[in-house]
């Protein structure tokens, strides 16, 4: 289902840094920990930006687009300010799911209605799709996928984690940059 969700994005992301390699090539980026990332993303008009902020600064590069100074003091800001050329959209309406799959991609029983629910998402129109590569205090992304999927009722966002114990969780949830800044950060929820 991931294939289907971030096909066109991983072709457009090819040859693209990511986050780790971005930790010491952006201007200033002095490497004390903090956020760095990469958004790429496809739409009318493809763009990327890359993005970090130590605690002390930040910096934003991208297609035309540069900004740095003093910490915004939080990664929603961060993601905010990296964000700039993203299209205004409301979040879908709902609540969303996650689904849960063992070692085998066998999901957890009860949850093929919800597969279902996915499925019809999935079948409408595109508008969007930004694929995330971020690390956190030099850590490499907990997350196999995090993007933001446009579609004509509003907003997604998606993630997958990596396998731990050879299980792993889809979310596929209402998209806001607060929403995104907590998986950043680590706080996802337990529940859709």
């Keep these: 289902m991931t294939t289907k969700i971030l096909k066109p994005v991983r072709a457009a992301a090819t040859g693209s840094p990511t986050a780790a390699d971005l930790m010491e090539s952006l201007d200033g980026f002095a490497g004390s920990g903090g956020v760095c990332g990469v958004a790429v993303a496809m739409s009318d008009e493809p763009w990327t930006s890359a993005f970090y902020d130590d605690r002390t600064g930040f910096a934003v590069a991208g297609d035309g687009l540069r900004l740095s100074g003093p910490s915004p003091g939080g990664v929603a800001e961060l993601l905010r300010l990296a964000l700039t050329r993203l299209p205004p959209l409301p979040p879908v309406p709902g609540e969303g799911l996650y689904l ?3 070692e085998r991609g066998v999901l957890e029983s009860e949850q093929e209605c919800l597969v279902l629910d ?75």
Excluded: K
């Design 100 to 102: 849960d799959a063992d």
């Design 118 to 192: 996915l499925v019809d998402d999935l079948r409408r129109a595109r508008r969007g799709t930004v694929q995330f590569d971020i690390a956190v205090d030099g850590s490499p992304s907990r997350w196999e996928v995090l993007a933001f999927v446009d579609d004509d009722r509003g907003r997604h966002l998606a993630a997958l984690s990596r396998p731990r114990g050879g299980h792993r969780r889809l979310w596929w949830l209402p998209g806001t940059v607060a929403r995104l800044a907590e998986f950043v950060e680590g706080r996802v929820p337990e529940h859709a």
